[in-house]
């Protein structure tokens, strides 16, 4: 009996559709809370080829909701230690790994390569950076965030409206899971909706996960969703890009209080004073902090008073 016996019964499946699983390049970017679920679920599916993306390493802090990663493995990369629990899991799934973050510079080659691509980095730099290639590639984005007892995931891009056109506008501060926790159920059933999403994305389902967002609201015991397929799009988006992609010419203004600038050559300028900044008219501005958000923020005030190229950079090393 194949080990897809189950999976492959399925009328939306069969077996035209196990093989079209079996062909898929999937790219998963993350291998935390949101990608242990998804790395298990399409390699239980028999997706043919995962490449994962991720820098970090296993922590104790990390185990209850990456419960994949054991504790004589605290310290390794992320990407070897899941490729350890994939491979006895499915040895038949080709594994591609990258101990790196993802950013603007790589993001291209990556993203060209895959036909599904999913976003469980649960960063903004790396979910609009995810965004905006998917958007130019025509791929299909599977993306996804979660904290505290709630989260969402939501279909982008390969057709749909992109990550941008659902949130134009981004918090002005943002809890993560070290200020806020997260509930590791509540990660889990955030990464295995995107994981079914990739497979239905995968499969050609109909109606389409791309352009539907799900939300899961733990603490009331709750799910809603909306379909959003005629959001329209920022009229000036404004890219992040990475270090290695700065240039002589540009005006790099660090917006982080609580570090000295990034480059010698950059002004330290806090968010609240960026209405002082007036930038020559042929300049790039580059505004730089930890994640991206502020840069992000700051990056849209600029634009109400200054016309010029602004990027953005998260400085997550």
């Excluded at 899961?216 to 397929?229: E, Q, T």
């Excluded at 240039?247 to 990034?262: M, N, S, V």
Aim: hydrophobic share 45%.
């Amino acid at each position: 009996m194949s080990r897809y016996t189950r999976q492959s019964l399925l009328p939306e499946v069969g077996d035209l559709g196990q093989d079209r699983i079996g062909r898929a390049h999937v790219l998963v970017v993350g291998a935390g809370g949101l990608g242990v679920p998804v790395l298990q679920y399409l390699a239980g599916a028999g997706v043919g080829q995962i490449t994962l993306v991720d820098g970090d390493r296993v922590e104790v802090s990390n185990l209850h909701r990456q419960p994949i990663y054991r504790m004589d493995q605290t310290g390794q990369p992320k990407v070897q230690a899941a490729a350890d629990a994939i491979a006895a899991l499915n040895p038949l799934v080709r594994l591609h790994l990258r101990d790196e973050w993802l950013d603007p510079a790589n993001a291209p080659a990556l993203v060209a390569a895959a036909d599904v691509v999913l976003d469980c980095a649960d960063t903004f730099a790396a979910s609009l950076t995810l965004s905006d290639t998917c958007a130019a590639l025509g791929r299909p984005l599977i993306t996804a965030s979660a904290l505290a007892l709630a989260g969402y995931v939501a279909g982008c891009c390969g057709g749909a409206p992109s990550l941008r056109a659902i949130f134009p506008d981004l918090p002005a501060r943002a809890a993560t899971c070290a200020t806020a926790g997260v509930m590791g159920p509540v990660v889990g059933a955030v990464g295995a909706l995107q994981a079914q999403m990739a497979l239905s994305v995968v499969l050609g389902l109909t109606p389409s996960p791309l352009g539907q967002l799900i939300r899961l609201d733990a603490g009331n015991w709750r799910m809603a969703g909306f379909r959003f397929d005629g959001a329209p799009e920022p009229d000036r988006p404004l890219p992040f890009i990475a270090r290695s992609q700065t240039e002589a010419q540009d005006l790099l203004i660090d917006l982080r209080t609580e570090a000295a600038p990034f480059s010698p050559s950059a002004r330290h300028i806090p968010p609240e004073e960026i209405t002082r900044l007036t930038p020559p008219p042929d300049a790039r501005v580059v505004l730089a902090c930890r994640t991206g958000l502020r840069a992000h923020n700051a990056g849209q005030v600029l634009q109400g008073h200054w016309p010029g190229r602004i990027a953005l950079l998260a400085l997550n090393d």
